[in-house]
Protein backbone atom coordinates (compact mmCIF):
# COMPACT_ATOMS: atom_id res chain seq x y z
CA UNK A 1 0.00 0.00 0.00
CA UNK A 2 2.30 2.30 -1.15
CA UNK A 3 1.63 6.48 -0.63
CA UNK A 4 1.04 6.66 -4.94
CA UNK A 5 -1.32 3.29 -4.59
CA UNK A 6 -3.44 4.45 -1.28
CA UNK A 7 -6.66 4.84 -3.72
CA UNK A 8 -5.90 1.50 -5.34
CA UNK A 9 -5.07 -0.32 -2.15
CA UNK A 10 -8.62 1.44 -0.07
CA UNK A 11 -10.86 0.07 -2.70
CA UNK A 12 -9.92 -3.14 -2.69
CA UNK A 13 -9.85 -3.27 1.37
CA UNK A 14 -13.57 -2.31 1.03
CA UNK A 15 -14.33 -4.70 -1.39
CA UNK A 16 -12.57 -7.66 0.82
CA UNK A 17 -14.82 -5.90 3.44
CA UNK A 18 -17.90 -5.87 1.49
CA UNK A 19 -17.25 -9.65 0.66
CA UNK A 20 -16.77 -10.88 3.86
CA UNK A 21 -19.79 -9.11 5.44
CA UNK A 22 -22.09 -9.86 2.87
CA UNK A 23 -20.51 -13.80 3.31
CA UNK A 24 -21.57 -13.22 7.40
CA UNK A 25 -25.43 -12.57 6.10
CA UNK A 26 -25.89 -15.30 3.84
CA UNK A 27 -27.29 -18.82 5.50
CA UNK A 28 -24.50 -21.36 5.21
CA UNK A 29 -23.11 -24.46 6.85
CA UNK A 30 -20.61 -24.14 9.91
CA UNK A 31 -17.89 -26.48 8.20
CA UNK A 32 -14.97 -27.40 10.15
CA UNK A 33 -12.33 -26.40 8.21
CA UNK A 34 -14.27 -23.88 5.82
CA UNK A 35 -14.63 -21.32 8.72
CA UNK A 36 -10.73 -21.09 8.97
CA UNK A 37 -9.86 -20.58 4.86
CA UNK A 38 -10.59 -16.86 4.42
CA UNK A 39 -8.67 -15.90 7.97
CA UNK A 40 -6.00 -18.14 7.18
CA UNK A 41 -5.50 -15.93 3.25
CA UNK A 42 -6.28 -12.66 5.56
CA UNK A 43 -3.74 -13.64 7.57
CA UNK A 44 -1.24 -14.17 5.25
CA UNK A 45 -1.81 -10.70 3.48
CA UNK A 46 -1.34 -9.57 6.91
CA UNK A 47 2.10 -10.58 8.00
CA UNK A 48 2.55 -9.35 4.14
CA UNK A 49 0.88 -5.99 4.76
CA UNK A 50 2.67 -5.41 8.48
CA UNK A 51 5.89 -6.37 6.59
CA UNK A 52 5.86 -3.50 4.47
CA UNK A 53 4.50 -1.17 6.73
CA UNK A 54 7.58 -2.03 9.05
CA UNK A 55 9.95 -1.79 5.79
CA UNK A 56 7.73 1.61 5.51
CA UNK A 57 9.00 2.88 8.72
CA UNK A 58 12.37 1.86 8.64
CA UNK A 59 12.93 3.72 5.34
CA UNK A 60 12.79 6.81 6.88
CA UNK A 61 14.05 6.41 10.77
CA UNK A 62 14.15 3.06 13.60
CA UNK A 63 10.86 1.62 14.56
CA UNK A 64 9.78 2.64 18.26
CA UNK A 65 7.81 0.89 20.90
CA UNK A 66 4.46 3.21 20.91
CA UNK A 67 3.50 2.10 17.22
CA UNK A 68 3.98 -1.44 17.91
CA UNK A 69 2.17 -1.64 21.11
CA UNK A 70 -0.58 0.04 19.65
CA UNK A 71 -0.60 -2.64 16.43
CA UNK A 72 -0.34 -5.20 19.37
CA UNK A 73 -3.59 -3.74 20.89
CA UNK A 74 -5.18 -3.19 17.38
CA UNK A 75 -5.04 -6.90 17.45
CA UNK A 76 -6.44 -7.51 21.08
CA UNK A 77 -9.49 -5.12 19.64
CA UNK A 78 -10.04 -7.36 16.47
CA UNK A 79 -10.50 -10.67 18.65
CA UNK A 80 -12.74 -8.89 20.99
CA UNK A 81 -14.64 -7.65 18.12
CA UNK A 82 -14.75 -10.90 17.03
CA UNK A 83 -15.75 -12.47 20.06
CA UNK A 84 -18.84 -9.87 20.52
CA UNK A 85 -19.87 -10.30 16.89
CA UNK A 86 -20.13 -14.47 17.36
CA UNK A 87 -22.53 -13.99 20.15
CA UNK A 88 -24.85 -12.49 17.34
CA UNK A 89 -24.39 -14.83 14.60
CA UNK A 90 -27.25 -17.19 14.28
CA UNK A 91 -26.90 -21.03 14.72
CA UNK A 92 -29.30 -23.51 14.59
CA UNK A 93 -29.79 -27.34 13.16
CA UNK A 94 -32.07 -27.57 9.91
CA UNK A 95 -34.37 -30.88 10.18
CA UNK A 96 -31.47 -32.70 8.40
CA UNK A 97 -29.06 -32.31 11.05
CA UNK A 98 -27.13 -29.74 9.44
CA UNK A 99 -26.18 -26.97 11.49
CA UNK A 100 -26.44 -23.49 10.09
CA UNK A 101 -24.89 -20.14 10.38
CA UNK A 102 -26.28 -16.64 9.43
CA UNK A 103 -25.05 -13.27 10.83
CA UNK A 104 -27.95 -10.81 11.71
CA UNK A 105 -28.01 -6.76 11.69
CA UNK A 106 -26.14 -6.71 14.45
CA UNK A 107 -23.05 -8.91 13.16
CA UNK A 108 -23.18 -6.18 9.95
CA UNK A 109 -22.91 -3.41 12.57
CA UNK A 110 -20.45 -4.91 14.74
CA UNK A 111 -18.35 -5.18 11.48
CA UNK A 112 -19.18 -1.57 10.61
CA UNK A 113 -17.79 -0.59 13.81
CA UNK A 114 -14.60 -3.05 13.57
CA UNK A 115 -13.80 -1.40 10.05
CA UNK A 116 -13.75 2.54 11.97
CA UNK A 117 -11.94 1.05 14.99
CA UNK A 118 -9.39 -0.06 12.66
CA UNK A 119 -9.20 2.57 10.90
CA UNK A 120 -8.66 5.05 14.07
CA UNK A 121 -6.32 2.91 14.92
CA UNK A 122 -4.48 2.66 11.76
CA UNK A 123 -4.54 5.96 11.90
CA UNK A 124 -2.91 6.38 15.40
CA UNK A 125 -0.17 3.44 14.66
CA UNK A 126 1.13 5.77 11.72
CA UNK A 127 0.85 8.94 13.39
CA UNK A 128 3.27 7.45 16.40
CA UNK A 129 5.37 5.73 13.73
CA UNK A 130 5.93 8.96 12.21
CA UNK A 131 6.34 7.64 9.26
CA UNK A 132 5.27 4.84 6.89
CA UNK A 133 2.06 2.67 6.53
CA UNK A 134 2.23 0.12 9.49
CA UNK A 135 -1.04 1.16 11.04
CA UNK A 136 -3.08 0.99 7.54
CA UNK A 137 -0.90 -1.71 6.10
CA UNK A 138 -2.26 -4.29 8.98
CA UNK A 139 -5.75 -4.13 7.93
CA UNK A 140 -5.39 -7.55 6.54
CA UNK A 141 -4.21 -8.96 9.57
CA UNK A 142 -6.85 -6.66 12.09
CA UNK A 143 -9.85 -8.78 9.99
CA UNK A 144 -7.75 -12.09 10.13
CA UNK A 145 -7.85 -12.14 13.78
CA UNK A 146 -11.43 -10.57 13.72
CA UNK A 147 -12.94 -13.23 11.83
CA UNK A 148 -10.86 -15.81 12.72
CA UNK A 149 -11.87 -15.13 16.35
CA UNK A 150 -15.49 -15.32 15.21
CA UNK A 151 -15.69 -18.14 13.37
CA UNK A 152 -13.74 -20.51 16.04
CA UNK A 153 -16.38 -19.04 18.76
CA UNK A 154 -18.95 -19.67 15.73
CA UNK A 155 -17.97 -23.54 15.18
CA UNK A 156 -17.51 -24.02 19.24
CA UNK A 157 -21.44 -23.20 19.40
CA UNK A 158 -21.96 -25.22 16.47
CA UNK A 159 -20.65 -28.07 18.40
CA UNK A 160 -23.03 -27.52 20.93
CA UNK A 161 -26.32 -27.70 19.17
CA UNK A 162 -28.63 -30.43 20.13
Do not use: C
Not at 12 to 17: A, K, M, S, W
Request: proline content about 4%; cysteine-free; aromatic content about 4%.
Amino acid sequence: MHSTNNGGSLVLVLVVVGLVIRQQLRTRPVRRRGSLIAPAVLGVLGVAGIAFGVASVLEQHPLTTLPVVLLVASLAVAAVFGMVRARTVRVWRDPQGEVLRKGTAATTGLWLASVAAHIGLGLWIDHAAGAGLLGTASVYAYLAVGLGTQNLLVRGRAKAQP
